[in-house]
């Protein structure tokens, strides 16, 4: 808003990149006119309907992977359910959400941003306390 580069800036890009690559909406979409933005549609639909707001070839994919799963048995990687799923994007979001703040000193730095992509990684991609791995979700 200052004209001014800075890392603060470039956080809130990342949050608003994340937002639109998971809700398949640009801000520009004519859906966001007034008040209404995609950070604050992201943030109102958080509680309950991240499905709802999720860009839907996100379920796809899992169903896909679900059904390929389940016709090729010799394969030992289960595929994430949906819940999995939803709870990973709900966390992706808030994410985006903290990044996209409307003040920069409301946002997270992006070294904690990066911590906590990667406790999500981790999480999702099973990697356990002691580096071992567990099922990984197959896309």
């Not at 398949?24 to 979409?29: A, Q």
């Not at 289960?78 to 992706?92: F, H, K, M, N, R």
Request: glycine letters at 8%; hydrophobic letters at 40%; proline letters at 4%.
């Amino acid at each position: 808003m200052e004209n001014e580069v800075s890392t603060s800036g470039d956080v809130y890009s990342f949050g608003i990149l994340l937002l639109e690559m998971f809700t398949g909406k640009r801000p520009t979409d004519t859906l966001f006119n007034g008040d209404l933005t995609l950070h604050n549609f992201v943030e109102m639909a958080m509680v309950e309907q991240v499905a709802n707001i999720a860009d839907p070839t996100l379920f796809q994919q899992v169903v896909m992977g679900e059904t390929s799963s389940s016709i090729n048995s010799s394969r030992n990687q289960s595929p994430a359910g949906i819940q999995e799923v939803q709870e990973c994007l709900t966390s992706i979001l808030k994410v985006g959400i903290a990044c996209s703040k409307e003040l920069p000193r409301d946002r997270p730095d992006i070294k904690e941003v990066v911590a906590q992509l990667h406790v999500m990684k981790n999480t999702l991609f099973g990697v356990g306390a002691h580096g071992g791995r567990r099922a990984r979700i197959v896309a």
